[in-house]
């Protein structure tokens, strides 16, 4: 059975004897664009190539690509713990041209690697396309002798990508695999496609038009190729294993998170483990890469995610800090593949030693009077909003983490509400401010930096559609 290590060598190789150049893996700050928060997708480093601006000497690259999606566009923390195949951190195999080779080949080297070199049952694959391309559609029946039942079209922007209003886009094929009908949910397209049986592997994209700011298209003269598959779910399968959690990776994790906390690693406690795990992944390649918990941006992007894993240990019964406990198993599982996370390994433990110490000191509080509220609250309600905030304002809970602890209670937090006890305490500190003798200016520089945020990067909710696959 091959390890993660194992199958992300593989997929590197094969791209590499076809012709494609082994590109190391960026940052997770994106280094070319400061409108992203996280790179969250194999194409972000390449994003000048697509449209011509830069190019370099290969036209045609392969790459695992460190991603996280916690914030910004791209969120899938909610879905961690919940489904089979979420998590904040993971690592995006991807190969790409440069207006090199198009469908046919994308087509061909995917499913080849799938049913070849993987050895994948093509039974039990199939696919989507965007509803128009019936391009794609005579592809993967030529190439890969899949039958009309098999290839599903799809009309929404799920297959199709677009980076933004303007610029380089096109339509999508993704590739699912049948765990069969022991799993709930139903085929892509269907009502309950969201669903853990038909598990989405990877996805293609033709870049294939350019759009203009009047709505039209033309065809682009260099086309090109973005793909995005996740390790994990690919290993899963391959692994024999429905739950990216069950690899062997996260099995490793997910032990060490167990002997930490001297709890069963398959017990009642299995979703706190998951969690931990996770976040523990997302963290720690956080912090390799330069970000350190704050108050605001990325900073605090990581924070609410440590505080989320710090609630999780916290139920399993910790009695002292966890997490940094089990940086070492993710260094022995991951350091080859990725060194900076060895480099890094004193700065990781430490900030995450340090920033659990001083949240355990409010969180055992704050839980207590989470509880004792929702003991109080009629059935069906949900936690008024002054509660959320003060739990926010005084015992350091994020509003997720809150929302987080509540869905396990089958209820959410009332949001309108949270939000007029965090405007009106803006207003009181803005009124503090002007009335302790300061002169205007203060007030003026407080209503620059409100307008405008505090924040190392802007627009990352318009702009983050650039970092989908
Ligand atoms: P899904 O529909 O399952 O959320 P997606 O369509 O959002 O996936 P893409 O943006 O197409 O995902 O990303 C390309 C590939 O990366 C996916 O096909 C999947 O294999 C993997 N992937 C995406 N999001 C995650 C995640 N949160 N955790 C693990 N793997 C992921
Ligand atoms: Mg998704
Ligand atoms: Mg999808
Ligand atoms: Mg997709």
Same mark, same amino acid.
């Given at each position: 059975?091959?390890?993660?290590? !194992?199958?992300?060598?593989?997929?590197?190789?094969?791209?590499?004897?076809?012709?494609?150049?082994?590109?190391?893996?960026?940052?997770?700050?994106?280094?070319?664009?400061?409108?992203?928060?996280?790179?969250?997708?194999?194409?972000?480093?390449?994003?000048?190539?697509?449209?011509?601006? &830069?190019?370099?000497?290969?036209?045609?690259?392969?790459?695992?690509?460190?991603? $996280?999606?916690?914030?910004?566009? /791209?969120?899938?923390?909610?879905?961690?713990?919940?489904?089979?195949?979420?998590?904040?951190?993971?690592?995006?195999?991807?190969?790409?041209?440069?207006?090199?080779?198009?469908?046919?080949?994308?087509?061909?080297?995917?499913?080849?690697?799938?049913?070849?070199?993987?050895?994948?049952?093509?039974?039990?694959?199939?696919?989507?396309?965007?509803?128009?391309?019936?391009?794609? #559609?005579?592809?993967?029946?030529?190439?890969?002798?899949?039958?009309?039942?098999?290839?599903?079209?799809?009309?929404?922007?799920?297959?199709?990508?677009?980076?933004?209003?303007?610029?380089?886009?096109?339509?999508?094929?993704?590739?699912?695999?049948?765990?069969?009908?022991?799993?709930?949910?139903?085929?892509?397209?269907?009502?309950?496609?969201?669903?853990?049986?038909?598990?989405?592997?990877?996805?293609?994209?033709?870049?294939?038009?350019?759009?203009?700011?009047?709505?039209?298209?033309?065809?682009?003269?260099?086309?090109?190729?973005?793909?995005?598959?996740?390790?994990?779910?690919?290993?899963?399968?391959?692994?024999?294993?429905?739950?990216?959690?069950?690899?062997?990776?996260?099995?490793?994790?997910?032990?060490?998170?167990?002997?930490?906390?001297?709890?069963?690693?398959?017990?009642?406690?299995?979703?706190? /483990?998951? $969690?931990?795990?996770?976040?523990?992944?997302?963290?720690?390649?956080?912090?390799?890469?330069? #970000?350190?918990?704050?108050? &605001?941006?990325?900073?605090? $992007?990581?924070?609410?995610?440590?505080?989320?894993?710090?609630?999780?240990?916290?139920?399993?019964?910790?009695?002292?800090?966890?997490?940094?406990?089990? #940086?070492?198993?993710?260094?022995?599982?991951?350091?080859?593949?990725?060194? !900076?996370?060895?480099?890094?390994?004193?700065?990781?433990?430490?900030?995450?030693?340090?920033?659990?110490?001083?949240?355990?000191?409010? +969180?055992?509080?704050?839980?207590?009077?989470?509880?004792?509220?929702?003991?109080?609250?009629?059935?069906?309600?949900?936690?008024?909003?002054?509660?959320?905030?003060?739990?926010?304002?005084?015992?350091?809970?994020? +509003?997720?983490?809150?929302?987080?602890?509540?869905?396990?209670?089958?209820?959410? $937090?009332?949001?309108?509400?949270?939000?007029?006890?965090?405007?009106?305490?803006?207003?009181?500190?803005?009124?503090?401010?002007?009335?302790?003798?300061?002169?205007?200016?203060?007030?003026?520089?407080?209503?620059?930096?409100?307008? /405008?945020?505090?924040? &190392?990067?802007?627009?990352?909710?318009?702009?983050?559609? !650039?970092?989908?696959?």
């Amino acid at each position: 059975m091959p390890s993660l290590n !194992e199958i992300r060598r593989t997929f590197l190789d094969y791209f590499a004897g076809n012709g494609h150049a082994e590109v190391p893996s960026s940052s997770l700050v994106p280094r070319n664009d400061p409108t992203l928060m996280f790179t969250a997708a194999g194409m972000v480093q390449f994003k000048n190539l697509f449209t011509g601006i &830069e190019t370099r000497d290969y036209t045609r690259a392969v790459t695992a690509q460190k991603c $996280v999606r916690a914030g910004g566009k /791209h969120n899938d923390l909610d879905n961690v713990g919940y489904t089979a195949r979420h998590h904040t951190f993971f690592e995006m195999l991807g190969n790409f041209s440069f207006g090199d080779y198009f469908k046919d080949d994308a087509i061909a080297l995917a499913w080849t690697l799938l049913t070849r070199e993987f050895g994948i049952d093509p039974d039990r694959l199939l696919v989507t396309v965007y509803h128009t391309d019936d391009e794609a #559609v005579e592809i993967w029946k030529r190439v890969a002798g899949l039958g009309d039942d098999r290839i599903i079209r799809i009309a929404t922007d799920d297959n199709f990508w677009s980076a933004g209003p303007t610029g380089p886009c096109g339509p999508c094929t993704e590739i699912f695999y049948d765990h069969g009908p022991g799993i709930a949910g139903g085929p892509p397209g269907s009502p309950d496609e969201d669903g853990d049986r038909f598990i989405e592997i990877w996805n293609l994209v033709f870049m294939q038009y350019e759009q203009f700011a009047d709505g039209t298209r033309k065809e682009l003269a260099a086309k090109s190729i973005d793909t995005g598959m996740g390790l994990e779910r690919i290993g899963a399968l391959l692994q024999g294993k429905h739950d990216n959690y069950d690899t062997d990776l996260f099995r490793a994790l997910i032990e060490a998170s167990a002997a930490a906390t001297g709890t069963e690693p398959d017990g009642p406690g299995n979703v706190h /483990h998951r $969690v931990i795990a996770d976040h523990l992944r997302s963290c720690s390649f956080l912090i390799a890469d330069g #970000v350190l918990p704050s108050n &605001e941006g990325r900073g605090y $992007v990581l924070r609410r995610i440590m505080r989320r894993a710090m609630r999780h240990a916290h139920l399993l019964g910790a009695e002292r800090p966890v997490m940094h406990r089990l #940086v070492g198993e993710l260094v022995r599982q991951m350091g080859d593949a990725y060194p !900076e996370l060895g480099y890094a390994r004193p700065m990781i433990e430490e900030t995450l030693e340090s920033e659990e110490t001083r949240f355990r000191q409010t +969180l055992d509080r704050g839980l207590r009077l989470l509880d004792d509220e929702v003991a109080r609250l009629p059935d069906g309600t949900d936690l008024p909003g002054e509660t959320a905030f003060k739990l926010y304002d005084t015992y350091g809970f994020p +509003l997720d983490l809150t929302q987080d602890a509540l869905r396990e209670k089958g209820r959410g $937090v009332n949001t309108e509400s949270f939000d007029s006890a965090m405007a009106a305490q803006k207003a009181k500190a803005r009124a503090a401010w002007v009335g302790s003798g300061e002169t205007a200016d203060a007030a003026i520089w407080y209503d620059v930096a409100e307008a /405008h945020g505090i924040t &190392e990067f802007l627009g990352y909710d318009t702009l983050e559609a !650039e970092a989908s696959v």
